[in-house]
């Protein structure tokens, strides 16, 4: 049964961050428990019984539709700092890179943790963060794989394209539309190519393995600045895009490097985001069918909040799509 009105909480307290420029918000106390004794069961609790507080939290009038949330919850495995559940205004995550380091910077913030690394667990399996002075974060992700290389999608008004199925903790779709450099102001076309591509995998039934349906799609082009080798525009499961240049889709990005021979384990790529956020990644080691990401960038802490939802408020569960 989903939450109703009267299940909402008085109040809610938060700590909002940026990680290169995307949104975290993590709560940290006020939420109900959640049952499971895994993060993929307590995730599930979560869908079933307290997705109103999931919407209330993250969509207008509190949030907005590129805002990220993140629950902590006691950790599930030995040695662990805590669990996490990741979630935007549309779905769940089965992890979240920019949000880790939100979370991981924002408990440093708090004064629960300090400079060193951490686990952490989440439904999409335990990782780690490392604190470092400046607000860098560098975190070890779930394994990364390539699926599939070089399938050809139809898509309407763009033709066929050819990109790579990979996995960094979501599913993704990486494509390179065309030499065009990535641009801010042009983010509403590239939403609306990305839309494009999106409904076009849905229609084609491509997938992720098992039938995983791909969630996010990761455009990539020339970079801007000169450090880094290449920019993306991922569009996100919220329908948004991300200000950041995406932990899980940089994880799957290199993913599909290493299988095309194009990026050995310890080798530094440097991926640049449409808003001009650098995230440094490589390959820690290889495993059996994956590579196991390393990812390093600069969140910091933007505020403390305490959400309020009054039993009167028309929008106490939040609005928009």
């Known amino acids: 049964m989903a939450a109703s009105r009267s299940s909402l909480p008085a109040e809610l307290r938060v700590v909002d961050s940026h990680t290169e420029g995307e949104p975290t918000r993590v709560v940290l106390d006020g939420w109900p428990l959640l049952a ?88 999409a399996g335990t990782v780690a963060a490392e604190l470092s002075s400046g607000g860098i974060v560098t975190i070890e992700n779930v394994p990364a794989r390539c699926a599939a290389l070089d399938v050809e999608l139809e898509v309407p008004g763009l033709g066929v394209l050819r990109g790579d199925v990979a996995y960094g903790g979501n599913w993704f779709f990486l494509v390179e539309p065309g030499e065009r450099p990535l641009e801010l102001v042009d983010a509403p076309e590239l939403t609306r190519q990305a839309v494009a591509i999106q409904r076009a995998l849905d229609a084609a039934g491509v997938a992720g393995t098992g039938g995983a349906r791909i969630d996010h799609i990761e455009l990539s082009g020339p970079p801007a600045r000169p450090d880094a080798h290449a920019r993306n525009f991922v569009l996100c499961s919220s329908g948004d895009y991300d200000r950041s240049p995406c932990g899980t889709g940089t994880s799957a990005m290199i993913a599909a490097r290493h299988a095309r021979g ?58 928009g799509p």
Do not use: K
């Open 36 to 123: 499971g004794t895994t993060m993929g069961e307590r995730r599930d609790s979560l869908r079933r019984d307290g997705d109103a507080l999931r919407r209330a939290v993250v969509r207008e009038p509190r949030g907005h539709q590129a805002m990220v949330g993140a629950l902590l919850t006691p950790p599930v495995q030995e040695g662990s700092t805590a669990g996490v559940i990741f979630f935007n205004s549309q779905t769940y995550l089965g992890m979240c890179g920019h949000g880790l380091m939100g979370v991981a910077r924002t408990l440093q913030h708090l004064g629960r943790i300090g400079e060193g690394c951490w686990r952490f667990d989440t439904p």
């Open 262 to 319: 194009l990026l050995a384990p310890g080798e530094r790529w440097r991926q640049e985001s449409i808003t001009g956020g650098l995230f440094t990644c490589w390959i820690e080691r290889e495993l059996d069918d994956a590579v196991l990401p390393c990812i390093q960038g600069r969140a910091f802490v933007t505020g403390e909040t305490l959400l309020r939802f009054d039993p009167d408020d028309p929008f106490r569960e939040g609005f």
